[in-house]
């Protein structure tokens, strides 16, 4: 079974405050992804990992950064959280062939800024 | 151009009934389109894909049909249960690029 794991299941921060979601997944797949999820809006890429070290910004990367040191850890930081960043934050993995292989979503961290 | 249309935004459907989602697109390059189920309390997973060579794909009670002119592909739920009721998402993207491009989302309720 693929397991992508994310560090939180809810979370409640202040606005300003710096923010770590976490996403280690147990399968060496080569991609790793953010996306955040709203209401009317589905899923929307933030970033994306095709690499350890290696980024790239999806449709709305404003706000947010990442970090893979690890190939099996994809960290997502709001350096500065806002009100506006209050949603659902989901984790993807994807095996090393592009785009028509599987993704793998984790449960989702829910992030409430106050 | 990279946008997935997706409706309705929700939908109810009696228990035995077909349920009907509908997703358009407009980047010609798109060449898979999967769909995603997602649970409340838990990530999205892949119910059923198609590439644009076929017309349609079925999978149990689960099909994809595909209309390659007018860009657009929708899923059928035929015999709809109440097990059913989540939020569906369409998806495209092309090959060779990672980045999949996602619907708005139905979410669907079946109803006894």
């Known amino acids: 079974d693929v397991k992508v794991t994310q560090s939180s299941r809810y979370l409640v921060k202040r606005t300003g405050e710096k923010v770590f979601l976490e996403c280690v997944q147990d399968?060496?797949?080569?991609?790793m992804f953010w996306y955040r999820q709203d209401p009317g809006l589905g899923l929307r890429l933030i970033y994306f990992s095709y690499d350890v070290k290696m980024k790239e910004k999806g449709d709305i990367p404003e706000g947010y950064s990442v970090s893979r040191e690890k190939k099996e850890r994809f960290s997502l930081i709001l350096e500065s959280a806002s009100t506006n960043q209050t949603s659902m934050y989901l984790c993807?993995?994807?095996?090393?062939?592009?785009?028509?292989?599987?993704?793998?979503f984790g449960p989702g961290t829910r992030l409430t800024v106050l | 151009q990279q946008q997935v249309k997706q409706s309705p935004q929700s939908l109810i459907v009696q228990k035995g009934g077909i349920s009907i989602i509908n997703c358009a697109y407009e980047n010609t390059a798109f060449d898979y389109f999967p769909w995603y189920q997602q649970f409340p309390g838990k990530g999205p997973a892949l119910l059923i894909a198609?590439?644009?060579?076929?017309s349609e794909k079925k999978e149990g009670r689960f099909t994809i049909s595909f209309n390659k002119s007018a860009k657009q592909f929708s899923l059928h739920i035929m015999d709809s249960q109440p097990g059913d009721s989540a939020t569906y998402f369409c998806a495209a993207s092309i090959r060779g690029y990672q980045k999949v491009t996602f619907g708005t989302g139905t979410k669907l309720q079946v109803i006894p």
């Open positions: 993807a993995i994807q095996r090393g062939r592009p785009s028509t292989d599987t993704q793998y």
């Open positions: 399968m060496d797949h080569e991609n």
């Open positions: 198609i590439r644009p060579d076929v």
